[in-house]
């Protein structure tokens, strides 16, 4: 719950691990000022009512469930371990792996449905037992706490359930993927009470928050262009609504600005060379509030 002395705000995130660095960046470039402490317990938000509590992973759906925190950061695949059914406020972009089922590379297995019957050994046994049920398919599910990928080579069990970003882990470890289980990155969630209660508190965090990340996937663009090139350029560039045209001091020239998807710039450059432009500057945005 908010804190009934101050009326300000709690967030909890982690303190360990690799959600840590890309959170503070998230919250730093949200333009909330705090110190980070060495990141132990609470660190006051001097430009915002807000206290960010620094937890253990683990601990963070358990503070917002709790109600010590009105909001936490996490993992989608700890939320769905932990059953908690937490208001999912935001997907933040960063942290993405998946929990995936794989088996050494010289098992005859194919897909999922070739496990049935087989020990799956895994550290998400609830969302792995949730999958598995859902697809009809009986395995026996081992759990484990770490170093899920040895657990073939020790006998353990025939196939795992682990996270996997880049797949170089399973790869290094002689193991193969044969299906999806669950896609996870960080979300942003809520306590029930605290949604209900301070929702005008909690939507201005958010829109701090969504500001950065609908920033984070795009970019500025500028360029100069005889006017008569309008039309073809006009439709190379839908920006949030519509491009910018500004006449330039150079008769017959313009000015473009436009907002494009960060992906799609280099391949939009020549495109824009092409249809007339030149002197193409491509800019960073801090934020965006539509
Ligand atoms: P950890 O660093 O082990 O504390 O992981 C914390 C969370 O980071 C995990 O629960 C996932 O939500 C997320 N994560 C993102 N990428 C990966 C990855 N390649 N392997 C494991 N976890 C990841």
């Not at 908010?2 to 909890?12: F, K, N, Y």
Request: glycine share 8%; charged share 20%.
């Amino acid at each position: 719950m908010t804190d009934p002395s101050t009326g300000r705000l709690r967030l909890a995130v982690p303190n360990k691990g690799r959600l840590v660095e890309p959170t503070l960046r998230l919250l730093h470039d949200a333009g909330l000022i705090f110190e980070e402490h060495e990141r132990t317990l609470v660190s006051r938000v001097q430009n915002f009512d807000l206290d960010i509590l620094f937890v253990r992973t683990n601990d963070v759906i358990e503070f917002v469930g709790d109600g010590v925190a009105d909001l936490g950061i996490t993992g989608i695949d700890l939320l769905s371990e932990s059953g908690a059914e937490l208001p999912q406020v935001r997907f933040l972009g960063y942290g993405r792996c998946r929990l995936a089922a794989a088996v050494p590379n010289d098992a005859p297995y194919r897909s999922v449905a070739d496990l049935a019957g087989l020990r799956v050994a895994t550290a998400h046994p609830q969302t792995a037992r949730r999958f598995f049920a859902s697809e009809g398919i009986q395995v026996d599910i081992i759990p484990i706490s770490g170093a899920v990928e040895v657990a073939p080579r020790l006998g353990l069990a025939e196939a795992i359930v682990d996270l996997v970003s880049s797949g170089s882990t399973l790869v290094m470890n002689g193991l193969r993927q044969v299906g999806d289980v669950l896609a996870s990155e960080a979300v942003m969630v809520a306590n029930p009470t605290a949604e209900r209660e301070r929702s005008d508190d909690l939507a201005a965090i958010d829109t701090m928050i969504s500001a950065v990340i609908a920033a984070r996937s795009r970019k500025y663009l500028m360029m100069n262009a005889p006017a008569s090139h309008l039309p073809e350029l006009g439709a190379l560039l839908p920006a949030l609504e519509s491009p910018t045209v500004i006449p330039l001091a150079h008769e017959g020239m313009i000015a473009i600005h436009s907002v494009v998807g960060a992906d799609d710039v280099w391949g939009l450059l020549p495109r824009l060379k092409a249809a007339g432009a030149s002197g193409i500057l491509v800019l960073p945005i801090e934020k965006i509030v539509p």
